[in-house]
């Protein structure tokens, strides 16, 4: 373990949403926020899309109770996703695109190469919570020149991501990285608000990108912390450019990494608090 002693967690963070309600509508039924709508298990034999929203005081809840789904999209605000199996999703296993979506406690396994990235999750839109997902077997065919991660965000086409939660997660055997985030403000981004206010925190990180298993463009005031990096790389974590504010503390740094955080670009040094980095 290396870095800066226990401090204060980022104030502004959204908290997770509390457990679902009791009472369950079915599929089939159109939810009001609050509502719970309850998958039986099984298996869909379509990708399943969320469009239907519910507030910032009452989220809809999507339960799936270990349903397996060719892949989840999301296109709302302030829902939760919960309990879902998505394998044989196209491209990526669940995309988020939405204002307090929380991704959590869902299985990611065989993604299919279609001629896109392969990804395990995408999210986009404030107050994103990745929470407790388990990712694995995430290649299902040739994935060609496919980059291959398990968490990615990007604002190429949509502002930035901001008060953003990634905590819990386990991405096992990931061809690159554990976490790929660029913001707004990148080399073809949007250029639309801010990707600030992250908490990266007790995930464990088994990802063989040769340079990093970490890598944050243009994100700013993250913290990563308690985090188990057992891959491999040059470096555990990559600050490129305006990618200031990040403190790194009390990471577990696996033997296959050169050291534990690199700057890819001076940038970055500004207000960092953590392990020399070079």
């Keep these: 373990t290396s870095g800066t002693p226990h401090g204060a967690l980022p104030s502004g963070l959204p908290s997770p949403p ?39 005081d009452a989220p809809v809840y999507y339960r799936g109770n270990g ?66 997902n388990r990712v694995y077997d995430l290649e299902a065919n040739d994935i060609e020149d496919s980059h291959v991660d398990c968490i990615q965000t990007f604002a190429v086409e949509l502002p930035g991501s901001s008060n953003v939660v990634i905590q819990g997660n386990r991405c096992e055997g990931i061809r690159a990285q554990c976490l790929m985030a660029e913001g707004p403000n990148d080399e073809g981004g949007s250029g639309e608000g801010v990707s600030r206010n992250w908490l990266f925190d007790g995930n464990y990180c088994d990802a063989h990108a040769d340079a990093q298993s970490v890598a944050l463009e243009d994100i700013q005031d993250v913290t990563i912390s308690n985090n188990e990096m057992v891959g491999e790389g040059n470096k555990a974590f990559a600050l490129g450019m305006n990618s200031t504010g990040v403190v790194v503390r009390d990471n577990r740094i696996g033997p296959d990494y050169g050291r534990e955080v690199g700057f890819d670009d001076p940038s970055a040094a500004q207000g960092y608090q953590g392990p020399p980095a070079e």
Excluded: W
């Design 18 to 56: 509390p457990p679902a309600p009791e009472r369950c509508l079915s599929p089939d039924e159109t939810p009001a926020p609050g509502d719970a709508v309850c998958f039986p298990g099984g298996e869909l034999d379509q990708e399943l899309e969320i469009t239907t929203s519910g507030t910032a």
């Design 67 to 132: 349903t397996v789904v060719p892949g989840i999209r999301v296109k709302a605000d302030n829902v939760v996703v919960e309990g879902f199996v998505s394998k044989g999703a196209k491209s990526t296993g669940i995309v988020a695109n939405g204002e307090n979506v929380t991704v959590r406690d869902n299985e990611i396994t065989q993604v299919e190469y279609d001629g896109d990235d392969v990804d395990a999750i995408r999210f986009f839109g404030d107050g994103a919570q990745i929470l407790n």
